[in-house]
Nanobody
Framework: QVQLIESGGGLVQAGGSLRLSCAAS????????MGWFRQAPGKEREFLVA????????YYRDPVKGRFTISRDNTKNTAYLQMNSLRPEDTAVYFC?????????????????WGQGTQVTVSS
């Protein structure tokens, strides 16, 4: 069992930055691929980025390429999402998720554990 807790969300002006953290419980964090998703009001949850177990491979959706960066620190059992150049359309609840799989990380069904989400609001 893995528990994930996101933090770092908040209100920021357009063009600003935030860094989200995802702290994982348990001793097997390094066994999991990690992903970040978001869900805006009235929209489906969408995949943003993912990272493999050792940070050697990352996967980004086009809308966030060049603006968002995923990383992880296995010594701290934590994954991060650095978000720069934020836009009002980035406003959503952001979720981290953990997967035992190494492939298919763009699909929410691939993930085994989810955090509760953290709100990010970008004002214009």
């Amino acid at each position: 069992q893995v528990q994930l807790i996101e933090s770092g969300g908040g209100l920021v002006q357009a063009g600003g930055s935030l860094r989200l953290s995802c702290a994982a419980s348990g001793r097997t964090f390094s066994s999991y691929s990690m992903g970040w998703f978001r869900q805006a009001p009235g929209k489906e949850r969408e995949f943003l980025v993912a990272i493999n177990w050792n940070g050697g491979s990352t996967y980004y959706r086009d809308p966030v390429k060049g603006r968002f960066t995923i990383s992880r620190d296995n010594t701290k059992n934590t994954a991060y999402l650095q978000m720069n150049s934020l836009r009002p359309e980035d406003t959503a609840v952001y979720f981290c998720a953990a997967s035992r799989a190494a492939y298919g990380l763009g699909y929410s069904s691939t993930y085994d554990y989810w955090g509760q989400g953290t709100q990010v609001t970008v004002s214009s």
